[in-house]
């Protein structure tokens, strides 16, 4: 873990200056419910953590632009210039903010000089938290705060995805962007991803805390199976297009959907359809029973949400089936499931602050038996969006 002076330091180091530069973070995001719904229509409900991309960047005189992060020293600092911010191969995780500079130039902002910039991440990699969004999101900062540029957050969120669809070919939703640009502490955010309208709901969790379990598996299906799932649910739209006039899976509530099914006729393209419906329905729900306070409710359809994932939309694993079947049965917790795309990645789950050193002896035991490797844990909190650090911070 790296404090405030160790990141300045470096930076002066590394970039060989005694000037002092400015700080900036993205956080990483987790999803507490709503899993596999954006691409459908549907609601998703993401929480902005406390883990992520802090950003240490001044201007320079002339057009270079200079990257170096602590988390790939090897790579050493990498540059380019403004006049070229193709995609290159070799630059690897530097595509990320020379995309997100390119889209703004694009897009008619005006970046006059190049800059040098130090990340740093504490999101595990590939843990499925959106440590690519959150340095998409924290070079977003530094070009408008560096620059003085005049941009909503929507467009620089909008801009975001832009650079994983466009620049970097990923076909990707705007949830993880919409998340850590929009984030606000101690809330998560109910985000209809048809309209992008949302709202903010209270994550009080009096006692317990969110602890993310990191199955440690290659997520190596991820790519390909997401790519599967959704068209499976295309071709289930188009069979529900006969008789409904629906642009969406997302738009149908669970009674119209038992009512229609009969339309589908694949049956392994009716579960992935049961799944993201319900899974929308659960996560409107979760909306309303946070609102009210009610934590064991929510707990409730997240552990619902797991066994959909693990059944109807078949995207769990024997690791992660191992990571939520053992919390459920643990004192103290009162929901459990994956999040993200699946296939490995993280779990979450909400436990007692006193059962949390149990809960992870427990873990690693059951799980290092069967797979032979133990579970990373992190605890988090829920924090704001992307934005510069003004005041003194601790890592």
């Not at 070079?139 to 560096?146: D, Y």
């Not at 709901?201 to 598996?217: R, T, W």
């Not at 996560?283 to 934590?295: C, K």
């Not at 409710?297 to 552990?303: E, Y």
Request: glycine share 8%; proline share 3%; aromatic share 10%.
């Amino acid at each position: 873990m790296m404090t405030q002076p160790d990141l300045l330091q470096n930076y002066q180091d590394i970039f060989q200056t005694t000037d002092t530069p400015r700080s900036f973070f993205a956080p990483g995001r987790i999803n507490l419910i709503g899993e596999h719904t954006d691409y459908n229509g549907g609601h998703v409900f993401p929480a902005a953590i406390s883990l992520g991309t802090y950003a240490i960047a001044r201007k320079r005189a002339d057009q270079t632009l200079r990257f170096y992060s602590m988390n790939f020293p090897d790579a050493g600092i990498i540059e380019c210039t403004l006049s070229d911010l193709s995609f290159n191969s070799d630059h690897d995780w530097a595509n990320f903010p020379k995309g997100m500079i390119h889209t703004f130039i694009e897009n008619g902002f005006s970046i006059p000089s190049g800059m040098d910039v130090l990340f740093y991440g504490d999101i595990p990699n590939g843990a499925g938290l959106s440590s690519s969004a959150s340095i998409e999101m924290a070079t977003g900062v530094v070009l408008e705060e560096l620059f003085d540029l005049e941009i909503e957050r929507l467009q620089m969120i909008r801009l975001g995805q832009k650079v994983e669809n466009d620049y970097l070919g990923v076909n990707s939703g705007i949830m993880d962007q919409f998340a850590i640009g929009k984030g606000k502490k101690d809330h998560a955010m109910l985000l209809d991803c048809q309209t992008l309208k949302f709202s903010y709901a209270p994550v009080e969790l009096n006692g317990y805390e969110i602890v993310i379990i990191n199955s440690n598996k290659q997520r190596t299906l991820a790519a390909s199976k997401y790519n599967e799932r959704r068209s499976e649910c295309e071709q289930a739209l188009a069979d529900l297009q006969k008789e409904l006039p629906i642009d969406s899976l997302g738009e149908l509530s669970g009674e119209q959907f038992e009512q229609h099914k009969h339309l589908i006729t694949n049956d392994i393209n009716r579960k992935r359809a049961k799944h993201a419906v319900y899974e929308n329905e659960r996560t409107v729900r979760a909306l309303s029973e946070l609102e009210q306070g009610h934590i064991e409710a929510f707990g409730n359809l997240m552990n619902a949400s797991h066994v959909s994932l693990r059944d109807d939309y078949e995207v769990t694993g024997a690791e992660l089936d191992k990571i939520a079947e053992t919390a459920w049965s643990h004192p103290g917790v009162i929901g459990a499931r994956m999040t993200g795309a699946g296939f490995g990645g993280c779990a979450i789950a909400i436990v007692e602050q006193a059962q949390i050193d149990n809960f992870k002896k427990t873990l690693t035991t059951v799980y290092s038996e069967d797979f032979g490797y133990p579970p990373s844990f992190y605890e988090t909190k829920i924090s704001d969006g992307a934005k510069e650090l003004v005041e003194e911070w601790q890592l």
